[in-house]
């Protein structure tokens, strides 16, 4: 890519910068090759027009620098005058410039000064009042443009004016009025032999060259006054440069916040970038009035403001509702704005007063926030409706291919071979709620989905009732009502969450039946009452969670561990008598408990626990398993 290097740096034509690339043609280069090379012209033609951008305003600059010069060591009016035309035809780069003053006892314009021009007639017209472009201009003092001036309807046409046109071949012309004060004195023109649209910033330029122009003309007029032209003129340079660095900051601020959205940036880096353009300090905050980036420019004299301590409800609803940033003692600040939606604000303590374009460059930041801030929402509930998708296609569907189901939950970074808990939540809920639980559970690599007005909640962990204690308590801060969930677990693999989903379900279901609006419980923590009052009457459910290992030992070892505790509690917990009713030593008995303290944790025998075991065994006996 070197050969764009090089034409670059020789400053090359346009039409150079397509050799490579048909030069790689002609070669028979791959096409990977030819759309590198075609990519890398683009990228040079850019830089060069950049390049070009900088040097004309350089130029244009210099210009303005070298007329107020001229006008600082005026000497010869003439010569100034003579000057500005040339400028104005160069820096325009046009056939024609040319430059009219007002006659006060004749009441017409006449021609002062031209540069370019090869017609008599055309350099000896005069205009009346209102006659042409020029007339117009002068009569009206507004700035008129055409691309084809001889056949534009918008100008009263005379056959000495049309003459003096055509003589010269003039088609393009731009005329700007020469003020002095609300006085029109004369008219700028720069002119062209072809058709040829004028840009605003060459409106611009033309109009601070005529004003250059006027400055000289009265300085001749009003010698006695010189002085005060020339502080006025110090005035002017010192408002364009002012300007030009405004322009220069606003272009380098637009640079580098689209560089951050094409490379995929942040907040973090529209703020930092802004802090670079324009010094102070500077907090994003969010929706919530919560610091979510801080940036400050090195050396910077000011602290950077706490949203903490400053009142900033007033402030941002202004700046909402008047489209624009505003000022609050030493803090400038600007709503962040998308649509409907408050997404924040960025709070600025400059460390000089900003100017009109300052502050539009901390609004064009606020802008990019939104924008950013819009995108990061976007794909966070594009990537939670995904996940919300696998929870439901877990709940809902039988799961047939397990490795399938594990290999998509590992893509959303969820193991689902590891223990999690299942919580389902409240009861008629809206999407706020859901907007809730998708953050909960994306912060905890889980899943969340909303189902029939309940929400569910699948998050890796071992410990249902804290998890539903927690979901409870801060789903119901969040929506401001009592909020109920349940929770079941821990369960290992795809195939066990839909039942522990109904399992959840059937616990909130037991609290909403026992009045405990607002709280939170595992399935566990019910025991049969959960049997009971659940509506989904899970008997098989329950037998497990409650004698489930002890029954799967006797399937696997073929022992009576379950007879012994039947005839252990028909027994009223006396060891001889389950011991004659088994037929066997009461050290057998013994063993045979300790064997089920160590498969069901040693307080089994608790009364809060032993009453759901022997309920467990009586459905265990009665579905004849």
Same mark, same amino acid.
């Given at each position: 890519m070197h050969e764009y290097l090089d034409l670059?740096? *020789?400053?090359?034509?346009? =039409?150079?910068?397509?050799?490579? =690339? =048909?030069?790689?043609?002609? #070669?028979?280069a791959p096409a990977e090759k030819i759309e590198d090379l075609e990519q890398a012209k683009l990228r040079a033609l850019r830089v060069r027009a950049l390049l070009e951008r900088r040097r004309r305003r350089e130029e244009e600059l210099s210009a303005l620098y070298d007329t107020a010069g001229d006008l600082a060591g005026l000497r010869d009016v003439d010569a100034v005058l003579r000057a500005i035309v040339h400028r104005v035809r160069?820096?325009?780069? &046009?056939?024609?410039?040319?430059?009219? /003053?007002?006659?006060?006892?004749?009441?017409?314009?006449y021609m002062r000064i031209t540069d370019g021009s090869v017609a008599a007639s055309f350099q000896q017209l005069r205009l009346p009042p209102g006659a042409g472009l020029g007339g117009l201009v002068a009569l009206t003092g507004t700035p008129y443009a055409t691309a084809n001036y001889p056949t534009d309807p918008r100008f009263q046409h005379t056959t000495e004016i049309d003459k003096g046109v055509a003589d010269e071949g003039l088609?393009?012309? @731009?005329?700007v009025p020469l003020r002095l004060g609300s006085a029109v004195i004369g008219v700028l023109f720069a002119a062209n032999r072809a058709e040829r649209p004028f840009a605003r910033?060459?409106?611009?330029? /033309?109009?601070?060259?005529? $004003?250059? $122009?006027? &400055?000289?003309?009265?300085?001749?007029? /009003?010698?006695?006054?010189?002085q005060t032209a020339l502080a006025e003129l110090? #005035?002017?340079?010192?408002v364009i440069q002012a300007h030009s660095e405004s322009v220069e900051r606003a272009a380098d601020a637009h640079d580098r916040m689209t560089a951050v959205v094409l490379r995929g940036g942040g907040v973090d880096d529209v703020a930092a970038d802004l802090v670079g353009v324009l010094a102070g300090a500077l907090v994003v905050i969010d929706a919530q009035g919560r610091a979510v980036a801080t940036a400050q420019t090195p050396g910077s004299s000011g602290e950077p403001p706490d949203p903490a301590v400053v009142e900033l409800s007033e402030a941002v609803a202004a700046s909402r509702s008047e489209g624009r940033s505003v000022r609050r003692d030493d803090l400038v600040i600007a709503a962040v704005v998308a649509g409907a939606d408050n997404l924040g604000a960025l709070l600025f303590r400059p460390d000089r007063p900003l100017t009109g374009a300052d502050q539009r460059i901390l609004e064009r930041a606020a802008q990019v926030t939104a924008l950013l801030l819009l995108f990061r929402r976007t794909v966070a509930d594009a990537e939670a409706q995904v996940r919300g998708d696998l929870l439901d296609d877990l709940i809902s569907r039988p799961v047939a291919e397990p490795d399938a189901a594990r290999s998509r939950a590992a893509r959303l970074g969820l193991d689902v071979d590891a223990p999690f808990v299942l919580v389902v939540a409240g009861d008629g809920l809206r999407q706020r709620a859901l907007s809730w639980?998708?953050?909960?559970?994306?912060?905890?690599?889980? @899943?969340? &989905?909303? /189902?029939?007005?309940?929400?569910?909640?699948? @998050?890796?962990?071992?410990?249902?009732?804290?998890?539903?204690?927690?979901?409870?308590?801060?789903?119901? *801060?969040?929506?401001?009502?009592? =909020?109920? $969930?349940?929770?079941?677990?821990?369960? *290992?693999?795809?195939?066990?969450v839909a039942a522990a989903y109904r399992e959840a379900g059937q616990c909130l279901d037991a609290l909403l039946a026992l009045g405990r609006a607002g709280s939170g419980a595992g399935a566990a923590d019910l025991g049969y009452v959960g049997l009971?009052?659940?509506?989904? *009457?899970? &008997?098989?459910?329950?037998v497990r969670r409650v004698a489930g290992p002890v029954i799967e030992y006797d399937e696997r070892r073929g022992t009576a561990l379950v007879r012994t505790l039947e005839a252990y509690f028909d027994a009223g917990g006396g060891l001889a008598k389950a011991a004659e009713g088994l037929h066997v030593h009461v050290n057998t008995v013994t063993q045979r408990l300790d064997r089920v303290a160590q498969l069901l944790g040693a307080d089994w025998h608790q009364p809060g626990r032993v009453l759901d075991l022997q309920l467990a065994l009586r459905l265990h006996r009665l579905r004849g398993v």
């Open positions: 670059l740096a *020789r400053e090359a034509a346009l =039409v150079e910068f397509e050799r490579p =690339v =048909v030069a790689a043609r002609a #070669a028979g160069t820096l325009l780069g &046009v056939d024609v410039s040319y430059l009219t /003053l007002n006659d006060t006892e004749l009441g017409d314009t088609i393009a012309i @731009l005329g910033e060459e409106v611009a330029l /033309l109009s601070s060259l005529a $004003a250059h $122009a006027a &400055v000289a003309l009265d300085t001749a007029r /009003l010698l006695s006054e010189t110090s #005035a002017a340079n010192a639980a998708r953050t909960f559970a994306a912060g905890r690599h889980g @899943l969340a &989905v909303m /189902l029939q007005g309940r929400l569910a909640l699948l @998050l890796p962990g071992d410990d249902p009732t804290g998890t539903a204690r927690q979901v409870a308590r801060e789903l119901t *801060r969040t929506l401001g009502q009592a =909020v109920t $969930a349940g929770g079941a677990g821990p369960a *290992r693999g795809a195939p066990a009971l009052l659940g509506d989904g *009457r899970d &008997v098989g459910g329950f």
